[in-house]
């Protein structure tokens, strides 16, 4: 289960993509994740997915 919260998805998205995961995409098949709902959360606190550096910024 990912955090509902914006700031602790963050963290963890970042945390997957660093440790695990090459790419956004790859993360989200893998845990079978609405890619679009989790950009749309973590936008609401104005970060956006960065596919250069893996990361939300």
């Known amino acids: ?7 602790m998805l963050l963290s ?3 945390t997957q993509l660093r440790d695990h ?3 956004l995409d790859e ?5 079978n994740l609405d890619r679009e709902s989790v950009e749309h959360t973590l936008a609401s606190i104005d970060y956006s997915y960065d596919s250069e550096s893996n990361r939300f910024v």
């Open 12 to 14: 963890w998205m970042n």
């Open 21 to 23: 995961y090459p790419s």
């Open 1 to 7: 289960m990912i955090p509902k919260d914006p700031f």
């Open 27 to 31: 993360l989200c098949q893998s845990l």
